[in-house]
């Protein structure tokens, strides 16, 4: 069975999973669905369209699901999904979609929210993602799974973040960043490599070898970046990564992240 503090408010509707905690002074709204075995240790706050899953702690003062931070919002009814096993700490904020952005705020499963970290309405979040503290995310923004994103660190709306990315602290990122990238400054210049998070993945010596000389032929080499991403286009095949960092640079409809030097 849940367990509800008495002073907290369970609007009609909700649906509170099996084993979870609801401790003192939360307030769900009449549209949440909170999954099996969460805890909400007090003072939580969650309204809209919002679905938690399962194995999830939340700690006071956090609020989800409220209304997006958007001029264009008329107040409708939009969505708010968090994913299974995360952490989220002390006064996170994440706002529901808006109906131009699909409606819909995602979050994955096993995610790590430092205290004040916040997440904008329409993002999509990966799985096994860490913001410490502060980091922040404008609306619209992709970030890939495995991503790390440093304290007081923000990034402006629209922009990808790819897959195992490391984002420095005190960094402002305003362009899309591959996967696998290291960025840093306060306006985010690309400094390398994730190689810490990528031995982490497992990746062998040879394959970081042969990633590391894609990079320096895609970003270091002669001519100008337009060029050598051409002539980069066939190596796709020598490593994943260098395909997935390829498919990244294609698909993209904003500005690249790139090194100080990188023309």
């Known amino acids: ?3 509800i503090d008495p002073t907290a408010r369970i609007a009609d509707g909700a649906v509170i999973g099996e084993g979870t905690e609801i401790g003192p002074f939360c307030i769900i ?3 949440v669905v909170i999954g099996s075995n969460c805890k909400l240790i007090g003072h939580v706050h969650i309204t809209a369209q919002t679905t938690i899953g399962d194995d999830c702690t939340i700690y006071p003062f956090a609020s989800l699901g409220t209304p997006p931070q ?3 919002y008329r107040g409708e009814l939009t969505k708010l999904k968090i994913g299974s096993g995360c952490t989220i700490r002390e006064s996170v904020t994440m706002n529901a ?3 131009a952005g699909g409606g819909i705020t995602e979050v994955g499963d096993r995610n790590y929210f430092m205290n004040c970290s916040h997440v904008g309405h329409d993002c999509h979040v990966g799985n096994d993602v860490i913001f410490a503290t502060s980091a922040t995310l404008g609306g619209h923004c992709e970030i890939g799974d495995f991503v790390f994103i440093g304290g007081l660190s923000a990034v402006h709306q629209f922009t990808r973040i790819g897959p195992q990315v490391m984002v420095g602290g005190v960094c402002g990122v305003r ?6 990238g290291l960025v840093n400054g306060q306006y985010a210049v690309l400094e390398g490599l994730n190689l810490i998070g990528m031995k982490r993945r497992k990746f062998t010596k040879q394959r970081l070898a042969t990633v590391r000389a894609f990079y320096q032929k895609l970003f270091h080499g002669p001519a100008t ?6 002539a980069a286009r066939p190596l796709a095949g020598e490593d994943p990564a ?3 960092i390829l498919e990244f640079i294609g698909k993209g409809k904003r500005p690249l992240c790139l090194p100080a030097i990188a023309k």
């Open 1 to 3: 069975m849940s367990k």
């Open 29 to 31: 709204g009449p549209h």
């Open 70 to 72: 958007s001029l264009s």
């Open 97 to 99: 979609g808006t109906v």
């Open 175 to 180: 362009d899309d960043v591959i996967p696998f």
């Open 225 to 230: 970046f337009a060029e050598r991403l051409e």
């Open 242 to 244: 260098i395909g997935e």
